[in-house]
């Protein structure tokens, strides 16, 4: 296995995977982190925070740091530092593998619209009081609606411009669905927007929804370029433990 590897972070499988290699011996892990969770849970290994700024800074630091493998386990929507992860690897031929968790599929008796961009999504929702759980940034797209009403949850309070007629929600999941019918029922909401994050932990919102006939504005995942990439923490463990072989680039979905 690699000795030493850096598992690019902000996701509960990174967590999870971090927590494994740092028990694993002979692995050295680094966990890294963009630093905006103010309170980030914690993690097994050793960690560092902050941009590497740039894709040839973040070169130069895996060869400084003599790293051996690195395993993008990025949200799917970090689009930036995964497309730069994929330039980086390349230029300090260092492999690089995909931890990413499948995106969600709509089964019978969803009713989702499949959008390109936040952007895209605050263009002609169908309806009038929006629960908006797409995180707390990029929100702006929003602020010049002055109709709709907005219930915006988010992990942490969003700092940008906001909607005139708009609640905020701190809270952190998993949530369930009978909570999630609950609030759904209490608020009135009409349509709910949320970003393709895939996973099971923010998924009841999508059976309420299905259930209670509430449409879903669905923000497809930003393209990256393509790298080996697997679903699992099991699966990136056996990746490491095989030597990091560079399998056909499969990417995103
Ligand atoms: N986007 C989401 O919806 C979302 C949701 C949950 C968690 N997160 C987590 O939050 C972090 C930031 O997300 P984002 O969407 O702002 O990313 P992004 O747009 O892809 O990245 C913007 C810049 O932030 C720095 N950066 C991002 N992730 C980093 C990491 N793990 N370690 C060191 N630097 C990092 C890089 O700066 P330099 O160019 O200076 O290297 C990158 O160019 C990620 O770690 C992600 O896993 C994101």
Known sequence: MSNRVLLLGGTGEARQ?????????????????????RDPARLEG???????????????WLTAERIDAVIDATHPFAAAISAAAVTASGQAG???????????????????????????????????????TVGRTGLEVFAADQR????IRSVQAPDGPLPARARLLTARGPF?????????????????VTKDSGGELTA???????????????????????????????????????????PAARGRD
């Not at 902050?50 to 130069?60: M, N, P, W």
């Not at 931890?99 to 009038?128: F, H, K, S, V, Y």
Request: charged letters at 15%; a positive charge.
């Open 46 to 60: 050793a960690t560092r925070t902050g941009g590497f700024g740039g894709r040839g800074q973040l070169a130069a």
């Open 204 to 246: 009841a919102k999508l059976t309420a929804a299905r259930q209670l006939g509430v449409p879903v504005v669905m923000v497809d995942r930003p393209p990256v370029p393509a790298a080996p990439a697997v679903a699992t923490v099991a699966e990136a463990l056996a990746w490491l433990s095989h030597g990091c072989p560079a």
């Open 94 to 132: 260092v492999p690089l593998l995909q931890l990413r968790r499948p995106g969600w599929t709509a089964g019978p008796g969803d009713d989702w619209r499949r959008i390109p961009t936040l952007a895209a999504a605050a263009t002609g929702l169908p309806g009038e009081r929006v629960l908006l």
């Open 17 to 37: 995977l971090a927590a494994r290699l740092a028990a694993t011996p002979g692995v050295e892990v680094i966990t890294s982190l963009a630093g905006r969770t």
């Open 176 to 192: 369930t669905v009978p909570g999630e019918l609950a609030l759904l029922h209490e608020h009135e909401i009409d349509v709910l």
């Open 148 to 151: 709709r009403w907005f219930l």
